[in-house]
């Protein structure tokens, strides 16, 4: 029988742990092409010659590429790359009757601020859930048939009244909707980016085992701190009833975490000029250290893990090839072109001015953006051309400094960037 393991025979549940995550050692970033200062082969003299300064590095094969490719803008985005923290971060593979293989890795200022992942996050919350019915599923020699059904509790004692948030509010869908099942909800929580499917699995597994999942699973950098659509409190979770199919229901109940995380490991926490609390502008940046984070480089080793597990021997996913299959189905969905493509896939629009026939490419991903940072955690593949690259991308387009204000420049300058690094790497890498 899949029992979960959150807390269910403790009489007064806790989700906690006394041992805090470790943060990650520090990243440097992988460049190209890096020149060092000449030599010199005088003879020493009374009077030594004035010393020659370095020439400055030769510019990444990232910057390179977007420069050649990326369109009239890149240069002035480029030139502003710290205000606007942009980061980018490719692995570039050939595809053979063999499988994958990788070429290289590049990297452009890579984890060199914090960065807020908005829903690209929302990968590892799916990756953890599955995760962790699978493990729990297995420990109790169990083989689940199907994906369980689970059923959240408004209250966390007497009949199971579900939150309005999970009422069923079609009356012609002749489906029990407040029963939610899992794999549905992952494609909610991928496919469109369903901020409610991720508060739900939020509570499906608690502040303590998602924030233990993610070192378990090999990425340290990630702190899932908060939900995305309430103000619930953080640390709590609601009672939860799993359904397995045949099988007896598992009532998780309600917790509380005391789970403890060491800071955010990334430099400058503090964004902006001042935000917006109400109907008040508060001034002075917002500190971004109990916001949810994941490195640059974990967004990137997560998609690629899931997309091709063999490339990633190092991430501990602990899922079935069915979940993988889930998983990419759910980030992948058929391309459209213009704006209505662009709404989840970003990077489009420029990717269909190299490669117009767009039943050629394959894209897997999942984009997020919000207070003003816009994000892109990708695969891309041609598939007549036999080569692909995994691309992570982030950008800050808030140009009047005020948070929480809902006037980002996500339409004049994150959309048009991200375009624009699609068109450059599919240039450098599909065009012949």
């Known amino acids: 029988m899949l029992v979960l393991a959150v807390g269910c025979a403790q009489p007064s549940p806790v989700d906690s742990a006394s041992e805090p995550l470790a943060a990650p050692p520090p990243t440097t970033e992988r460049t190209v092409g890096e020149v060092s200062s000449p030599g010199s082969n005088m003879a020493a003299t009374a009077s030594p010659p004035p010393a020659m300064s370095a020439p400055p590095p030769a510019p990444s094969w990232v910057e390179q590429v977007?420069?050649?490719?990326?369109g009239d803008d890149m240069g002035s985005w480029l030139a502003e790359a710290a205000s606007l923290r942009l980061q980018v971060l490719v692995t570039v593979l050939s595809i053979g009757p063999e499988g994958p293989r990788i070429e290289g890795e590049h990297a452009y200022r890579v984890d060199a601020e914090y960065v807020y992942p908005a829903s690209a996050i929302k990968t590892f919350v799916a990756v953890a859930t599955l995760r962790h019915l699978r493990k729990t599923a297995a420990a109790e020699g169990d083989s689940p048939r199907r994906y369980p059904r689970f059923k959240r509790c408004d209250a966390p004692a007497g009949k199971c009244e579900v939150p309005k948030p999970d009422e069923d509010s079609d009356p012609d869908d002749d489906r029990d909707e407040e029963k939610l099942r899992v794999d549905r909800e992952?494609?909610?929580?991928l496919a469109y980016s369903d901020n409610e499917s991720f508060d739900r699995f939020y509570d499906l597994l608690g502040h303590r085992t998602l924030n233990a999942s993610m070192v378990e699973m090999g990425f340290p950098s990630v702190r899932i701190h908060h939900r995305l659509t309430t103000r619930t409190a953080r640390r709590t979770a609601r009672r939860v009833l799993l359904l397995p199919l045949g099988a007896p229901a598992i009532r998780i109940p309600a917790r509380t975490s005391d789970f403890v995380m060491t800071p955010t490991p990334a430099r400058r926490l503090d964004v902006g000029d001042g935000y917006r609390e109400g109907r008040k502008v508060i001034e002075g940046p917002m500190n971004f250290g109990e916001k949810n984070y994941a490195s640059l480089r974990d967004?990137?080793?997560?998609?690629?893990?899931?997309?091709?597990?063999?490339?990633?021997?190092d991430a501990e996913l602990g899922l079935s090839p069915p979940d993988h299959e889930l998983l990419v189905g759910a980030m992948t969905g058929r391309l459209h072109p213009g704006k209505r493509g662009a709404v989840h896939k970003p990077m489009l629009p420029g990717l269909a001015e190299v490669v117009p026939k767009l039943d050629r490419l394959r894209y897997v991903n999942k984009s997020g953006r919000a207070y003003g940072f816009h994000l892109e955690n990708a695969y891309v593949e041609d598939t007549a051309a036999g080569r692909g690259f995994f691309v992570t991308a982030s950008i800050y387009a808030n140009p009047n400094g005020i948070l929480n204000d809902d006037d980002y420049a996500y339409e004049e300058t994150s959309a048009p960037f991200l375009a624009a690094v699609g068109r450059g790497l599919a240039t450098r890498l599909f065009s012949k």
């Open 66 to 70: 977007l420069r050649a490719h990326g």
């Open 299 to 313: 967004l990137h080793r997560l998609h690629m893990a899931v997309v091709f597990p063999s490339l990633v021997p």
């Open 186 to 189: 992952v494609r909610k929580l």
